[in-house]
């Protein structure tokens, strides 16, 4: 009996840390991918492009940490993670990189 509460407390725990580190790493890669995004795709200065963008991504940052914790399984948060990096990627391709 109390091996299968530990086995499950170390399940728990395992799960919790994917998780943080889907919320911390991936999701700064989320933001990362959309900051540069929309920096080379906004029809303004450079500078002011750079500036939007970064603001922009201080939002995506928070909501994809929510969203790791939020989802179903780790797989999930992951896989949700992924389908939300691939615009701003196909968008980075299509324009050639950042800028």
């Not at 603001?55 to 896989?79: D, E, G, K, Q, T």
């Amino acid at each position: 009996m109390a091996e299968t509460i530990r086995s499950a407390g170390w399940a728990y725990r395992g799960g919790v840390l994917v998780r943080a580190i889907a919320a911390i790493g991936g999701g700064y890669g989320v933001s990362a991918l959309w900051a540069a995004a929309i920096a080379t795709w906004l029809p303004a200065a450079k500078v002011e492009a750079a500036l939007t963008a970064t603001l922009i991504a201080l939002v995506v940052y928070p909501c994809a940490i929510m969203w790791c914790f939020a989802a179903r399984s780790a797989v999930r948060a992951w896989a949700g993670l992924a389908l939300v990096a691939l615009l701003p990627a196909a968008a980075l391709a299509l324009h050639g990189g950042a800028a």
